[in-house]
């Protein structure tokens, strides 16, 4: 709304309707920097875990695998080379767990060298039973599961091939 033209040299005045409702505001979408950030998602067992290459990201920490693994190698593997560190509901570190896609990973290589699929074979076996074993497991729809559950979910995504090839 212009309401005079006052000559301040040579420049024009200008004053603006008071009611704030009508002031500019920027489209968060289009300048992001304007909008307000979204909130941090909630926190979780993982939040703030430590993944397996943490030695990749130069964090001081040493990842200490449980004793009682040690008399089993396949889970000894999942925690030193799979696994995130995360607080139990205790609120301390040494609980370890698997989100769906390390799971995956580590479904990958026990099929390949476990099974000896490779390719688009192993693609093929994997994708056609792992999403229905993941749901069978995450029963919370966390994203994430102990790792205890992991090695019975790897184990029973090889299992029915054992089964058939005499394993």
Same mark, same amino acid.
């Given at each position: %709304?212009? =309401?005079?033209?006052? #000559?301040?040299?040579?420049?024009?005045?200008?004053?603006?309707?008071?009611?704030?409702?009508?002031?500019?505001?920027?489209?968060?979408?289009?300048?992001?920097?304007? +909008?307000?950030?979204?909130?941090?998602?909630?926190?979780?067992?993982?939040? +703030? +875990?430590?993944?397996?290459?943490?030695?990749?990201?130069? =964090?001081?920490?040493?990842?200490?695998?449980?004793?009682?693994?040690?008399?089993? =190698?396949? %889970?000894?593997?999942?925690?030193? /080379?799979?696994?995130? #560190? $995360?607080?139990?509901?205790?609120?301390?570190?040494?609980?370890?767990? %698997? /989100?769906?896609?390390? /799971?995956?990973?580590?479904?990958?290589?026990?099929?390949?060298?476990? *099974? +000896?699929?490779?390719?688009?074979?192993?693609? /093929?076996?994997?994708?056609?039973?792992?999403?229905? =074993?993941?749901?069978?497991?995450?029963? *919370?729809?966390?994203?994430?599961?102990?790792? #205890?559950?992991?090695?019975? *979910?790897?184990?029973?995504?090889?299992?029915?091939?054992?089964?058939?090839? $005499?394993?």
């Amino acid at each position: %709304m212009l =309401l005079a033209e006052v #000559e301040i040299q040579n420049g024009l005045q200008v004053q603006l309707d008071e009611d704030v409702s009508k002031t500019y505001r920027p489209d968060p979408v289009k300048s992001p920097f304007a +909008g307000k950030p979204a909130p941090p998602p909630p926190s979780n067992a993982i939040t +703030g +875990g430590y993944n397996a290459d943490h030695a990749v990201y130069h =964090l001081n920490y040493d990842r200490e695998v449980p004793a009682k693994y040690d008399t089993d =190698l396949f %889970m000894k593997s999942l925690v030193s /080379t799979y696994a995130i #560190e $995360g607080k139990g509901a205790d609120g301390k570190n040494g609980h370890f767990f %698997m /989100t769906k896609d390390i /799971t995956k990973a580590a479904c990958n290589e026990v099929v390949e060298s476990h *099974l +000896g699929f490779k390719g688009a074979k192993k693609d /093929t076996f994997i994708g056609e039973r792992f999403d229905k =074993l993941w749901a069978h497991y995450d029963i *919370l729809k966390d994203g994430y599961i102990e790792v #205890e559950r992991a090695a019975p *979910l790897i184990r029973s995504l090889i299992g029915e091939v054992e089964s058939q090839i $005499g394993l």
